[in-house]
């Protein structure tokens, strides 16, 4: 069976009108959730078309030697790195960031060190958004952004600019960070949280019927992924009325493809799926722009960083260089279409190898709702978990703790992580299974 794609899940919506009037809240569609584009068991994937670039066990003359065949250093000493992000970036990247550090395409400079305003960067920042409209066929009437403070100092921003003071903003709040945004929010503007999985330990998203807009919302802001927590949303909330949709796309940016006509507002950090930290992408609806709160910041107005192109000020120059080979190597390997079928594909290999560990290895996210991105998983007790992340670190598999705030493993799996890692760690999974079962 071929794998869905997110973007057929739209028709799973019952098409009911939503009509917004000041005096009722309304009720936010959801999707269904089986509507996810995770996999069940009983789904096969087409063969993966991802090349394994870590996957050559190779020695090392690194000071660390090996242990045992499987190994996964290359040779140059590198590990396959599970980080939440900054994360690892694809290796074709990094090996033509090197080739043109020292003397970017003959022009005698770094990247690093040029003028942001001579043509040389202003060709990197313009090859950048070209090709980052392309991948999500961004609309024209969509200004798209560089900015700096990362997707924390959008969460003061999106308010800022969207709201006046005392206007009332919505906030779904499916983990930390949507959490986070909402406690941020309500610095400037009258949010409230209409829907919290705080309860059910951040495992689970709302269902149709579940959250009602308050009339005269302005905005609905939800966390398309949740790093810490591992649920994503499959589909958006449609049905808002004249409330703007507003998502907090950091950790799954450009994992797949999305409607951007559906959103007002989409931001998201670089530093896991697209390029380093330091930069911070905005995709805002032209018509936005320009009414910012009094009180806003020069550098946090969008219409000001829209009309100077993101270039008001110095901006994070390698950080969007960086991010401009990324999009450019997305593209040469099919754009988002082909990204979310080597993603599924990569997550499909690791709740498959935990749902079929008879327990001994449990995702605490319900299924329809897993992230593709991030996987916490746990184990019976704090010990095994300990001496799993030993042993993983040990063969080349790193930054696999879960976040201090929720404990246990997390496998962040974003674009770049090549399916050989994935393939690296449930064979570890297996193995210490069989070492450890009672
Ligand atoms: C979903 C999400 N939103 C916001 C943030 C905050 O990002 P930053 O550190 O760039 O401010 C993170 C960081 O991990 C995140 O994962």
């Known amino acids: 069976m071929a794998v869905r794609s997110c973007q057929l899940q739209t028709a799973l919506f019952q098409p009911r009108d939503f009509v917004q009037t000041s005096h009722r809240a309304s009720a936010v569609r959801f999707p269904s959730l089986t509507g996810s584009s995770y996999p069940s068991q009983s789904q096969s994937v087409s063969p993966c078309c991802c090349r394994a670039v870590l996957s050559t066990p190779i020695l090392k003359d690194n000071g660390k030697q090996p242990q045992n065949q499987n190994e996964t250093f290359d040779d140059e000493g590198r590990v396959f790195n599970f980080a939440a992000g900054p994360a690892t970036l694809p ?121 009602s807009l308050t009339p005269g919302a302005r905005f609905l802001h939800i966390c398309a992924n949740e790093t810490i927590h591992g649920v994503e949303f499959k589909d958006y909330p449609t049905h808002l009325g004249d409330t703007l949709l ?97 993603n599924i594909e990569k997550a ?36 095994l978990e300990a001496s799993f992340l030993k042993e993983a670190a040990e063969q080349g598999m790193v930054q696999l703790k879960g976040h201090r705030s929720v404990g246990g493993i997390r496998a962040s799996i974003y674009n770049a992580m090549p399916r050989a890692g994935i393939e690296k760690l449930v064979a570890l999974m297996k193995s210490f299974q069989a070492r450890h079962s009672s």
Not at 279 to 294: S, Y
């Open 91 to 211: 290796a074709s990247v990094l090996k033509q960031a090197q080739a043109e550090l020292y003397n970017w395409r003959g022009s005698g400079m770094s990247v690093m060190e040029m003028s942001h305003r001579g043509k040389e960067f202003l060709s990197v920042i313009q090859n950048a958004e070209a090709s980052l409209r392309s991948l999500l066929n961004i609309p024209d009437d969509y200004a798209v952004l560089f900015l700096q403070g990362g997707a924390t100092t959008q969460f003061s921003s999106v308010p800022l600019n969207l709201c006046k003071a005392g206007d009332a903003a919505d906030y779904i709040v499916t983990g930390s960070w949507s959490d986070k945004a909402f406690k941020e929010g309500q610095k400037y503007c009258n949010a409230k949280v209409i829907w919290s999985g705080k309860s059910a330990k951040y495992t689970s998203l709302p269902q149709a019927g579940e959250s």
């Open 246 to 342: 507003v998502a907090d796309m950091s950790s799954n940016f450009c994992s797949k493809p999305v409607d951007v006509s559906k959103f007002a507002l989409i931001y998201a950090g670089a530093q896991k799926n697209v390029g380093p930290s330091g930069v911070t992408i905005v995709i805002v609806r032209k018509d936005l722009l320009g009414n910012a709160q009094p009180i806003t910041p020069v550098m946090l107005d969008y219409k000001i960083q829209a009309d100077n192109n993101s270039l008001y000020n110095t901006p994070p120059c390698y950080s969007i260089y960086i991010c401009d080979l990324v999009f450019s190597d997305l593209l040469e390997k099919g754009g988002l279409e082909a990204a979310e079928r080597r």
């Open 348 to 383: 499909k290999l690791l709740y498959d190898a935990i749902d079929s560990s008879n327990g001994f290895f449990k995702c605490p996210v319900k299924g329809e709702v897993r992230s593709l991105m991030n996987v916490p998983f746990t184990m019976e007790t704090a010990e």
